[in-house]
């Protein structure tokens, strides 16, 4: 399993960013999946996941009504799509395989990550 997150950038306060999380063949198939935030010198924050099975998403409150989470299993591949940017967005951000439902999200020892891409949000 392979996931490869990219998108990140350089952004204004306000601006918008679109992430990507390509997926190895079929990954979308059989996976939830997630994206994650870690800030410099904080602990890593769930943001968003969709679901394999019926589409649904959840996100973080502090996301909410900012960024859309959607799928191309026909591209295998995830987008979060970002907007309404903020400096406190600053964080690299990683997907990964989670569990998810409309609740929220998990994530154990046995699911797959992919690398991070830099998103940072000048003011």
């Known amino acids: 399993v392979q996931l490869q997150a990219s998108g990140g950038g350089l952004v204004q306060f306000g601006g918008s960013l679109r992430l990507s999380c390509a997926a190895s063949?079929?990954?979308?198939?059989?996976?939830?999946i997630g994206w994650f935030r870690q800030a410099p010198g904080k602990e890593r924050e769930e943001v968003s996941c969709i679901s394999n099975r019926d589409g649904s998403t959840y996100y973080a409150d502090s996301v909410k009504g900012r960024f859309t989470i959607s799928r191309d299993n026909a591209k295998n591949t995830v987008y979060l799509q970002m907007n309404s940017l903020k400096p406190e967005d600053t964080a690299v951000y990683y997907c990964?395989?989670?569990?998810?439902?409309?609740?929220?999200?998990?994530?154990?020892?046995?699911?797959?990550w992919g690398n991070g891409t830099l998103v940072t949000v000048s003011s």
């Open positions: 990964a395989t989670v569990y998810c439902s409309g609740y929220g999200l998990a994530v154990d020892a046995m699911d797959y």
């Open positions: 063949e079929f990954i979308l198939d059989y996976y939830a």
